[in-house]
């Protein structure tokens, strides 16, 4: 069992910064891929970075230049940088995890209860 934590998350305005930590427990931390997903009010969640064991890397195109997906195997964390935010990226963030996947996470096995982020002048 793997229990994921995220933090990170709060109001910022647009144009600013935040970063996502996804803290994970558990000893095979690194042989997961992990992935941030998330969902806006009235729509479906979706995947918007994954990154493998190996450090792999997808990001979906809105977020591409703008979010870094880093992974610290030492400390079972994962990070979300996100710069340049805009009111679009208003959602609750979620944490995902999935052994032995790839940076899609086709199929996480699980996930974290969520953060919120607010994008907003």
Do not use: H
Request: net charge positive; aromatic share 12%; with cysteine.
């Amino acid at each position: 069992q793997v229990q994921l934590v995220e933090s990170g998350g709060g109001l910022v305005q647009p144009g600013g910064s935040l970063r996502l930590s996804c803290a994970a427990s558990g000893s095979s931390f690194r042989f997961y891929a992990m992935g941030w997903y998330r969902q806006a009010p009235g729509k479906q969640r979706e995947l918007i970075a994954g990154i493998t064991s190996a450090g792999s890397t997808y990001y979906t195109d809105s977020v591409k230049g703008r979010f870094t997906n880093s992974r610290d195997n030492a400390k079972n964390t994962v990070y979300l940088q996100m710069n340049s935010l805009k009111p679009e990226d208003t959602a609750v963030y979620y944490c995902a995890a999935e052994k032995y996947g790839s940076s899609l996470l086709v199929r996480p096995d699980y996930w974290g209860q969520g953060t919120q982020v607010t994008v907003s002048s």
